[in-house]
């Protein structure tokens, strides 16, 4: 099976999509899975893992009862508060859904570069193990030598970086992203998503072959098992239309063997996830 691995919904509130500028017009709207399901099926995906946009339990919980209703939702990274000495009860309330699969937290959004490595964060990762959940890492380049120390303190710990770590694509800059991001690969508990690519270059000016040094990188660095498509729809579509963004993945991963191809557009992502009904 297909599944694209990371995509979002929201009812669009200025209150709480903060985030959204005012070059990002387009995305101040409703997008819901009766949006989604179309462009999932003219693209041949399966399913996909849906991914927190607001830090709060209300948007846990509404991503998880999305889930329950339409069934191509196979995973939830919903939002918990690592920090709070509350998380034990918060596990307890959340953990037990069957498609509750992650945790995020908008590590690139915080002040501190050092976030992950306070105290009571790296408590909150610490619990994750124990209730099943993986961790996807929010980061800029700035950030990854900060996620290796990180990674390297919880080596049972699945994690994987979302959007590649956002590397300076509309710059083709390639240095120092690529060697810190090849150290994180060294921890076989980190994994990757081919995600978010298109909106880290020029939004209206991109070719395929922008973003091959990038992939090369990280094919190289991960490994094709420890890669895995994403959309990061509808984000994406400030630069791309879904079927564009998600054939820069789709056509890269030719050159790979069928079993590895296989991995990156669907098995990897349900394997890490641990994804029900994707065999």
Same mark, same amino acid.
């Given at each position: 099976m297909r599944i694209d691995s990371h995509q979002h919904f929201w009812q669009y509130d200025p209150a709480e999509h903060v985030w959204m500028n005012d070059q990002?017009?387009?995305? *101040?709207?409703?997008? #819901?899975?009766?949006? %989604?399901?179309? #462009?999932?099926? *003219?693209?041949?995906?399966?399913?996909?893992?849906?991914?927190?946009?607001?830090?709060?339990?209300?948007?846990? *919980? !509404? %991503?998880?009862? %999305?889930?329950?209703?339409?069934?191509f939702i196979q995973g939830v990274v919903g939002w918990l508060d690592l920090r709070t000495e509350e998380l034990e009860q918060q596990l307890d309330r959340f953990a037990n859904h069957s498609k509750l699969k992650g945790v995020r937290h908008v590590v690139h959004d915080e002040p501190d570069d050092r976030f992950m490595l306070r105290s009571d964060f790296r408590r909150g990762i610490g619990w994750l193990k124990d209730f099943g959940l993986t961790y996807d890492l929010l980061l800029f380049p700035k950030h990854l030598p900060v996620a290796r120390q990180l990674v390297e303190q919880f080596p049972d710990q699945p994690f994987v970086v979302d959007h590649i770590s956002k590397p300076l694509i509309a710059k083709g800059q390639l240095s120092p992203w690529r060697e810190d991001i090849a150290q994180l690969a060294q921890f076989p508990n980190v994994y990757c998503k081919l995600s978010g690519m298109?909106?880290?270059?020029? !939004?209206?000016? !991109?070719?395929?072959?922008?973003?091959e040094p990038y992939l090369d990188t990280v094919c190289e660095a991960f490994g094709p098992e420890r890669l895995m498509i994403g959309s990061d729809w509808p984000v994406c579509t400030l630069a791309g239309d879904y079927s564009s963004v998600m054939g820069i993945v789709v056509n890269y991963v030719e050159r790979l063997s069928p079993a590895a191809q296989q991995g990156v557009l669907g098995g990897n992502c349900a394997r890490f996830y641990g994804l029900a009904n994707t065999q």
């Amino acid at each position: 099976m297909r599944i694209d691995s990371h995509q979002h919904f929201w009812q669009y509130d200025p209150a709480e999509h903060v985030w959204m500028n005012d070059q990002m017009g387009s995305l *101040k709207q409703d997008y #819901l899975p009766t949006d %989604l399901a179309p #462009l999932l099926g *003219k693209n041949n995906f399966d399913g996909t893992v849906v991914v927190q946009a607001r830090q709060c339990l209300e948007e846990t *919980k !509404w %991503l998880l009862d %999305l889930a329950g209703e339409f069934d191509f939702i196979q995973g939830v990274v919903g939002w918990l508060d690592l920090r709070t000495e509350e998380l034990e009860q918060q596990l307890d309330r959340f953990a037990n859904h069957s498609k509750l699969k992650g945790v995020r937290h908008v590590v690139h959004d915080e002040p501190d570069d050092r976030f992950m490595l306070r105290s009571d964060f790296r408590r909150g990762i610490g619990w994750l193990k124990d209730f099943g959940l993986t961790y996807d890492l929010l980061l800029f380049p700035k950030h990854l030598p900060v996620a290796r120390q990180l990674v390297e303190q919880f080596p049972d710990q699945p994690f994987v970086v979302d959007h590649i770590s956002k590397p300076l694509i509309a710059k083709g800059q390639l240095s120092p992203w690529r060697e810190d991001i090849a150290q994180l690969a060294q921890f076989p508990n980190v994994y990757c998503k081919l995600s978010g690519m298109v909106t880290e270059t020029d !939004w209206n000016d !991109w070719q395929p072959a922008d973003f091959e040094p990038y992939l090369d990188t990280v094919c190289e660095a991960f490994g094709p098992e420890r890669l895995m498509i994403g959309s990061d729809w509808p984000v994406c579509t400030l630069a791309g239309d879904y079927s564009s963004v998600m054939g820069i993945v789709v056509n890269y991963v030719e050159r790979l063997s069928p079993a590895a191809q296989q991995g990156v557009l669907g098995g990897n992502c349900a394997r890490f996830y641990g994804l029900a009904n994707t065999q």
